[in-house]
């Protein structure tokens, strides 16, 4: 099993950037995909889940989109009005849950790809 984050890099506030979570040997018939981030000295905090089975998808981050195209096993988010405060590695996770917020659900995880958001 392999998720593989990238998309990451260094933008203004007020900027957007879309990661792409590519995801192998797996099905997402029967995982749900998340993202997490975690910013230097704090702990790792939900940003968005989808399930393609039941279309449920969950961004509590107004500013964030989530989305997925199943044929190309790609999971996306798009991050609009970006601030300094969402400075953080992101990382993508896979779990057979619904849907869920903890990272303790998740069963796989990807290697994360730095977002920097700075004037």
């Known amino acids: 099993v392999q998720l593989q984050a990238s998309g990451g890099g260094t933008v203004q506030p007020g900027g957007s950037l879309r990661l792409s979570c590519r995801v192998a040997?797996?099905?997402?018939?029967?995982?749900?995909i998340g993202w997490f981030r975690q910013a230097p000295g704090k702990e790792r905090e939900y940003v968005a889940s989808?399930?393609?089975?039941?279309g449920y998808r969950d961004s509590p981050m107004g500013r964030f989109t989530i989305s997925i195209d199943n044929a190309r096993k790609m999971v996306y988010l798009q991050m609009n009005n970006l601030k300094p405060e969402d400075t953080a590695v992101y990382y993508c996770?896979?779990?057979?849950?619904?849907?869920?917020?903890?990272?303790?659900?998740?069963?796989?995880w990807g290697q994360g790809t730095q977002v920097t958001v700075s004037s």
């Open positions: 989808i399930r393609w089975s039941t």
């Open positions: 040997g797996i099905t997402l018939d029967d995982y749900a």
């Open positions: 996770a896979a779990t057979r849950r619904t849907l869920s917020t903890s990272t303790s659900d998740y069963d796989y």
